[in-house]
C-alpha cells in the first residue's frame, strides 16, 4: 500500500502524515485510486510560514523566470493529459472524454498565464501638479490560499494557481479532500517545473482543519474559495474580518429559456446539455427550462427522450455518456430532492432511480421534471445532481421574470432566433454570463469567469480579470529634482 500513500507537499518537501484518506473511484468502489495524507494544524502552518518567507524572493523574480515555469507546467498537462484525464476520471467520475478535456484546459490556463505573466501593466500618468509624474503599479497581493471544490480537480485548481504564481504571489492550496488525486499531480508538476521552495505548498485534508487555518491566519493575504454557498458565507465573515482580500465562486441554479420560435433540436441539444451531462455537477449547469407555451410541450417530451437514451455507467467506458455521482453523500442528495419534487407535484417524466451495474458505483438515471412551478424547494435550490426542471411562462417578458427570480446569478441563457430577444436578454438577465443558443455551462478560459448574487463575491475569475484579486495597486509620486 505504500506506493499508493501520497504526501503534502510544503516548503519544497514531500511530508507525509500519520492520517490518510482513501481515495476511491465511484465508478467501481473497489478501485482504490490512491491514499492521500491530510496534513496536521502544525503542517498547515508551516506550510503558510513557507510561503510567508518565500514571498519577497518569489515576488522580485524577473516575469520571464515566472512565464518559463508556467509554460513547463502547462506543456507537461498537455503532453499527459490522456493519462491524467483518467485520473481525473477515476476519482470524480467525469467521464474519460471530459477527464481529458479539463486537463487540457488546465494545461491552456498555464500557457495562457505564463503569457500574462509578461504583462502586468502599469499606467504613467499626468499629475495635476506641474512637473510631479504619477505611476499606478500593480504588486503581489501576498500569500494566497487557494479552496478548491471536487467536480473540477484540476481546471478550477490550476485557474487560481496559474494567475497567482504569474502575478508573483507565494501559495497555500487546500483541495476537496474527496478529490486530492489530480491535485497531487498538479503539485508533482509544480515540484519539478523549477518553483523556489515555499512558493507553492499542497495541503490536503478537512475543511475543518487546513481550511479553516488557512482562513483565519493572518499570514495568508487572500483567500479564493469555489464551493458551496454555506461554507463561502462562513469563510467570507472570517476573512473580512481579519481584513484579508476574498474572491469566491458558489454555485448556481441556472435558467434557459427557450422560445417558441426557437430551432427545436438545439434547443433540446441545449436543455440536455447543459444540465445532466457531467452528472449535473457543474455550478453553471441550466437546470431550470422556461420555455413559452408554442413550444413547451415538443421541449419537454424531447428532453425526456433524449435523457432516456443517454448511457449511464463506468466513467472509463467509451460507450458510457454520463458517469457515475461523485460519492453516496451526493447521491443521497439527489434522491432526496428526487422525493421532494414528487411531493411537490411536479410530473416526473424520466429518471430519477439507481440503477445496478456490474460494478459497484454511485449510479442514477437523470431525471426530467414537467409541471414545474419556481416557486417549488427543488427548482430554486441548487442540488447539484443530472436533475432537471421544466417550467412554463406565457411570454418573454413572464420567462425573463422567472429567470431572474433566484437568489443565484451565475449563468443563464436564451434559446431562440430572434435577434431582439437575444439581444434583450443579454442586457436584461440579472447573472454574470449569459448564454444565447447555447447550453449554460462550458466557457472560456480567457474571459473573466464569475456571477452575481449569491453565486460570486470579489474580484471575478480567469482571463485578464485575474489579475484585480492577484495584485494591489500602488499609486507612486515622483518629484524628479
Not at 481525473?88 to 467520475?93: A, C, Y
Given at each position: ?72 507546467v ?5 503532453a ?18 471530459e ?26 500618468i ?54 486530492p488525486?489530480?491535485a ?15 512558493v ?7 475543511g475543518?482543519v487546513?481550511g ?31 481584513g ?5 465562486e ?12 426557437a ?12 444540465s ?55 447521491l ?19 429518471g ?36 432537471v ?34 439581444e ?14 447555447l ?11 464569475g ?25 507612486a ?5
Amino acid at each position: 500500500m505504500k506506493k499508493l500513500e501520497k504526501a503534502n507537499f510544503i516548503n519544497g518537501e514531500w511530508v507525509s502524515s500519520d492520517d490518510f484518506s482513501e481515495n476511491r473511484n465511484p465508478s467501481n468502489l473497489d478501485d482504490l485510486v490512491g491514499l492521500y495524507a491530510r496534513a496536521s494544524a502544525q503542517q498547515t502552518h508551516d506550510a503558510i510560514a513557507a510561503a510567508k518567507a518565500a514571498l519577497p524572493a518569489w515576488a522580485a523574480t524577473s516575469p520571464q523566470v515566472r512565464a518559463e515555469i508556467l509554460e513547463r507546467v502547462g506543456i507537461e498537462l498537455l503532453a499527459r493529459k490522456e493519462e491524467l484525464g483518467e485520473l481525473l476520471s477515476r476519482e470524480e467520475g467525469k467521464i474519460l472524454s471530459e477527464g481529458i478535456g479539463e486537463v487540457t484546459r488546465a494545461g491552456q490556463l498555464f500557457k495562457f498565464y505564463a503569457q500574462e505573466a509578461l504583462r502586468v501593466e502599469g499606467l504613467a500618468i499626468a499629475s495635476i501638479r506641474p512637473g510631479v509624474r504619477v505611476e499606478v503599479r500593480h504588486e503581489p497581493v501576498g500569500v494566497v490560499g487557494l479552496i478548491t471544490p471536487w467536480n473540477f480537480p484540476i481546471a478550477i485548481p490550476a485557474w487560481k494557481t496559474a494567475p497567482a504564481l504569474a502575478f508573483g504571489n507565494t501559495i497555500v492550496f487546500k483541495p476537496a479532500d474527496l478529490t486530492p488525486g489530480c491535485a497531487w499531480a498538479l503539485a508533482d508538476i509544480l515540484a519539478r517545473a523549477g518553483l523556489p521552495a515555499g512558493v507553492f505548498n499542497l495541503v490536503m485534508g478537512r475543511g475543518s482543519v487546513v481550511g479553516d487555518i488557512i482562513t483565519r491566519s493572518p499570514d495568508v493575504n487572500a483567500v479564493s474559495f469555489t464551493g458551496s454557498e454555506a461554507t463561502g458565507r462562513g469563510i467570507r465573515t472570517i476573512v473580512a474580518e481579519r481584513g484579508g482580500k476574498i474572491q469566491q465562486e458558489m454555485g448556481g441554479k441556472s435558467p434557459l429559456v427557450v422560445l417558441d420560435d426557437a430551432n427545436l433540436t438545439n434547443a433540446i441539444d441545449c436543455a440536455i446539455g447543459g444540465s445532466v451531462i457531467s452528472t449535473g455537477q457543474r455550478c453553471t449547469s441550466n437546470t431550470r427550462i422556461i420555455a413559452t407555451p408554442g413550444i413547451y410541450d415538443a421541449l419537454a417530451e424531447g428532453m425526456a427522450e433524449r435523457a432516456r437514451s443517454l448511457v449511464v455507467g463506468n466513467a472509463l467506458d467509451p460507450s458510457t455518456q454520463i458517469g457515475p455521482v461523485v460519492d453516496q453523500r451526493q447521491l443521497d442528495t439527489n434522491l432526496r430532492y428526487i422525493g421532494i419534487a414528487d411531493g411537490e407535484g411536479a410530473q416526473r417524466l424520466c429518471g430519477g432511480e439507481v440503477l445496478e451495474k456490474s460494478e459497484r458505483g454511485f449510479y442514477m438515471s437523470p431525471a426530467v421534471y414537467a409541471n414545474c412551478t419556481n416557486d417549488m424547494v427543488h427548482v430554486r435550490e441548487e442540488i447539484f445532481g443530472p436533475v432537471v426542471s421544466v417550467l412554463k411562462a406565457a411570454d418573454y417578458e413572464e420567462a425573463l421574470s422567472i429567470a431572474n427570480d433566484s437568489d443565484l446569478g451565475l449563468s443563464s441563457g436564451i434559446c431562440t432566433t430572434s435577434l431582439k430577444y437575444a439581444e434583450d436578454f443579454k442586457t436584461r438577465s440579472t447573472s454574470g454570463m449569459v448564454f444565447v443558443n447555447l447550453p449554460t455551462a462550458g466557457v472560456d478560459y480567457h474571459v473573466p469567469f464569475g456571477g452575481r448574487k449569491a453565486s460570486s463575491y470579489g474580484p471575478r475569475e480567469q482571463g485578464r480579470a485575474a489579475r484585480e484579486f492577484f495584485t494591489v495597486s500602488k499609486t507612486a509620486y515622483t518629484n524628479p529634482v
